[in-house]
Nanobody
Framework: QAQPVESGGGLVQPGESLTISCTAS????????IAWFRQAPGKERGGVSC????????YYADSVKGRFTTSRSNAEKTVYLQMNNLKPDDPAVYYC??????????????????????????WGQGTQVTVSS
């Protein structure tokens, strides 16, 4: 079965930067919103960022605003998450997910609508990001 694949995770020190990517071979990214979720040990999985689609709208969790940036290359079937100034609270398994329904949302919709997990059709298996000194 087709699924997106995350890569680029690893061990970094606090304050450093890291970019992770998600490659969705076999998918036409023109029709999908692509989001990043994360789950730390003992914590619920939550939304991190979302690239809505062709209208250029993006959404971010409050905890990462100003530090993380998501971008995409539809031609390369890849989405990126650039993480700057990583903090001890950021370590987690990061997952990318694709959604047709979120892509179809009005651009003026509330940000919370971008992180409703049942709306996502395909999920990757995750990549580990560890922040430690």
């Amino acid at each position: 079965q087709a699924q997106p694949v995350e890569s680029g995770g690893g061990l970094v020190q606090p304050g450093e930067s890291l970019t992770i990517s998600c490659t969705a071979s076999g998918f036409n990214l023109d029709i999908y919103a692509i989001a990043w979720f994360r789950q730390a040990p003992g914590k619920e999985r939550g939304g991190v960022s979302c690239s809505k689609g062709s209208d250029g709208t993006t959404y971010y969790a409050d905890s990462v605003k100003g530090r993380f940036t998501t971008s995409r290359s539809n031609a390369e079937k890849t989405v990126y998450l650039q993480m700057n100034n990583l903090k001890p609270d950021d370590p987690a398994v990061y997952y990318c997910a694709l959604s047709v329904a979120v892509a179809a949302m009005p651009r003026t919709g509330p940000a919370t609508n971008a992180f409703i997990e049942p709306l996502y059709d395909y999920w990757g298996q995750g990549t580990q990001v560890t922040v430690s000194s």
